[in-house]
Nanobody, 120 residues
Framework: QVHLVESGGGLVQAGGSLRLSCAAS?????MGWFRQAPGKGRVFVVA????????HYSDSVKGRITISRNNAMHAVYLQMNSLKPEDTAVYYC????????????????WGQGTQVTVSS
């Protein structure tokens, strides 16, 4: 099981930007981000494969976020721009052995989450 530690969350005004980082104990095949808004379930945001060739975005964030990874550093990053109040959530880093499994929410390891709050 991969140990994951997220960082970079915080409070930002609408229209602002944040960069989240996830440090992993090793680089899994599929790494990505999910989020959980207050009172709602955890939902998929974005995922990237080991070679950084395949990236899947949820429609709610497409065009506003960029995911990247550094396998040598065992890290994955999430650059979020043009943030909206509805982006407010706890963001979780996640890994899976297969992209198809990650897209279904079949996750091998979760981080502890980092809070992102976007004020209007």
């Amino acid at each position: 099981q991969v140990h994951l530690v997220e960082s970079g969350g915080g409070l930002v005004q609408a229209g602002g930007s944040l960069r989240l980082s996830c440090a992993a104990s090793y680089s899994a095949y599929a790494m990505g981000w999910f989020r959980q808004a207050p009172g709602k379930g955890r939902v998929f945001v974005v995922a990237i494969d080991y070679e950084s060739e395949k990236i899947h975005y949820s429609d709610s964030v497409k065009g506003r976020i960029t995911i990247s990874r550094n396998n040598a550093m065992h890290a994955v990053y999430l650059q979020m721009n043009s943030l909206k109040p509805e982006d407010t959530a706890v963001y979780y880093c996640a890994t899976s052995g297969q992209m198809a499994r990650m897209l279904k929410g079949d996750i091998d390891s979760w981080g502890q989450g980092t809070q992102v709050t976007v004020s209007s």
